[in-house]
């Protein structure tokens, strides 16, 4: 994550440690049940990031289908190629989730986790995905609600300030709840909303809940209203809750199945 999804190379490894989370793996799983790509499709990856979900998606549509992953950053693309490398089926290029490098409805199936929300304007990349998808194709389009996140703290005023201060890490931190209407202007057909929840009650190095403290704290250490020292006494807090054994963490992203009507 990142609010303006450009990323360094250390900053692109902590996130690839985020996806390789069983919590991470789930939700590509239910990404892919809900898409359901068939052998043969033309499949995009909207913000692909390290590559994962387009070589998962590429097993699955086999080398008869196409998967073509784009991310703005060019640290990401590195990981991703390097992951896609023995997938023929799989390309990836650099590309800005508001002006796609891709023809005129010429995929079949689109997925964009995570990424309309750290865009400054959604309504021009959701109309981007409208423009690339055929008549009858299908998108998976989610994002979170960061006021979905429950997080218990012994210091539950400061677990506050830190949250506030960390809506500021996107540009879109509601977009989960308020993303229908967007996607229907657009021309799409919402055809279901499902929650992607993910809890955690450890705070072990193989949680999502672990990369996001480390995460949430480097972003607070920077950031005017929190500063380090508040930050690092977050985390402590965290880590004290969890040796007293009640680490708590629930985070829900909303995932929309969406379709472009054939024409008339």
């Known amino acids: 994550m990142g609010g303006t999804l450009d990323y360094d190379e250390a900053e692109a490894r902590q996130e690839e440690a985020i996806y390789r989370t069983p919590a991470a793996a789930a939700r590509r799983e239910r990404v ?14 909207i913000g692909c990031g390290p590559g994962f979900e387009p070589a998962e998606i590429g097993w699955a549509v086999g080398n008869e289908g196409h ?31 508001g002006d796609l490098p891709v023809a005129d409805e010429s995929v079949d199936a689109a997925v ?7 865009l400054e ?30 997080w218990r703290s012994p210091n539950p005023e ?7 201060a960390f809506d500021d890490h996107c540009p879109q931190p509601r977009l989960g709840s308020r993303l229908a209407p967007v996607l229907r202007e657009a021309g799409l057909t919402v055809d279901r909303v499902e929650p992607n929840t993910i809890v955690n009650t450890r705070l072990e190095e193989e949680t999502f809940a672990y990369h996001l403290m480390q995460f949430i704290e480097d972003y607070a250490a920077d950031h ?13 807090d965290l880590r004290e809750q969890e040796v007293a054994g009640e680490t708590f963490f629930s985070f829900t992203q909303y995932c929309y199945f969406v379709r472009k009507p054939v024409s008339r």
């Open 32 to 45: 892919r049940g809900l898409l359901a790509p068939e052998p043969g499709d033309t499949v995009l990856s």
């Open 67 to 97: 998967v073509h992953g784009i991310d703005r950053s060019q640290a990401m693309l590195e990981l991703a190629r390097e992951r896609c490398a023995s997938l023929p089926q799989v390309t990836v290029s650099q590309g800005d989730a």
């Open 224 to 236: 005017g209203a929190i500063g380090r020292m508040a930050a690092q006494a977050w985390a402590n």
């Open 112 to 118: 964009a986790v995570q990424v309309f929300e750290y």
């Open 121 to 150: 304007t959604v309504s021009s990349a959701v109309a981007e995905l409208a423009r690339v998808l055929r008549p009858g194709g299908s998108a998976v389009v989610c994002d979170a609600d960061f006021a979905s996140l429950v």
């Open 158 to 164: 400061r677990m506050a300030r830190v949250l506030r």
